[in-house]
């Protein structure tokens, strides 16, 4: 399908690996102009040169940390009229909420909460006059069926979840929808390193804790960036216009509700 974004321009945030470098790679095979982040230089700057070399579009690595204000100047430096927004950051650490502080509180609202909040608020503007964007925020299962050890990200998420609902339903008439994807378990080194700390805390190999969890899914598997990242491409395509507020789940069928 052409998704019609030949020569569109995206920030997308956290992107030198797993379901930000999805994202971005399947912008990139629509032909979109690409301004990626991610905090370490070595890893962010080969992400950019191979996706570059395969796609044949722009791809701009800025090394930054997207969580602060001059991290996100620099993103905005670099790409300072995005059409395409995609939001993105490390997500907050496991724990119980007794053991929290509220500096640790105030950490994870910055990151999943205020900081795609202040990058719409940065560029939904421009796009509203350009009558085009589309902003995607990857926020997590957790929004939908909270996990107890994550209460930081179920609370820092959620907040950013209402938010989002009432401005979506603002933009799209001037052709700017925003949308969250919610991921399930997907192959990436966030997920590796929690079943690596299951897998030691509990004393059975890493294999056998990661295969258990990949078939306790509906799906017999976990999701792929790939899989991920051409979703999020759809949603910021000329056809998904009507598309706004919505927080899609793609979690292989985790989730067992009937909506
Ligand atoms: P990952 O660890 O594989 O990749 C994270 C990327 O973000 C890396 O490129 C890293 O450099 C970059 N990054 C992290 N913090 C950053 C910051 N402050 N500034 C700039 N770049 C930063 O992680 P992932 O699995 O792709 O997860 C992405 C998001 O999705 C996280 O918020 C995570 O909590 C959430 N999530 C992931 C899963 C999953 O199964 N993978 C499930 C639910 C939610």
């Known amino acids: ?14 992107a030198s690996k797993g379901l930000g470098r999805g994202c971005a790679e399947s912008l990139s095979r629509a032909g979109v102009d690409l301004v990626i982040v991610a905090r370490t230089p070595g890893p ?17 690595p800025v090394a ?49 909460m205020l900081t795609p909040i202040e990058l719409i608020k940065a560029t939904v503007d421009g ?10 925020n990857i926020t997590s299962s957790a929004v939908k069926a909270p996990i107890d050890i994550l209460g930081l990200s179920n609370g820092a998420r959620a907040g950013l979840t209402g938010f989002v609902a009432g401005i979506a339903r603002k933009t799209v008439r001037h052709n700017v929808t925003i949308n969250a994807l919610l991921p399930g378990p997907f192959e990436t080194d966030r997920l590796r390193a929690t079943v690596k700390s299951v897998s030691e805390a509990s004393g059975r190999p890493f294999d056998e804790v990661w295969n258990a969890r990949a078939e306790s899914n509906p799906a017999g598997r976990f999701g792929r960036p790939e899989e991920f990242g051409e979703a999020c491409a759809f949603l910021c395509g000329q056809h998904a216009g009507y598309i706004t507020g919505q927080n899609l789940l793609i979690d292989g069928g985790a989730f067992p509700g009937t909506l």
Do not use: H, Y
């Open 1 to 14: 399908m052409d998704l019609g974004l030949k020569g569109k321009k995206a920030i997308v945030c956290a």
């Open 44 to 60: 962010l700057e080969q992400a950019a040169r191979e996706i570059g070399e395969a796609s044949g579009v722009a791809v701009t």
């Open 64 to 112: 930054a940390d997207i969580t602060t204000p001059e991290g996100r100047a620099l993103a905005l430096e670099a790409c300072p009229e995005p059409d395409i927004l995609i939001n993105n950051a490390g997500g907050p650490p496991p724990g119980d909420f007794r053991d929290w502080t509220r500096d640790d509180w105030i950490k994870a609202v910055d990151a999943n």
């Open 127 to 136: 796009m509203i006059a350009r009558r085009f964007g589309r902003i995607v």
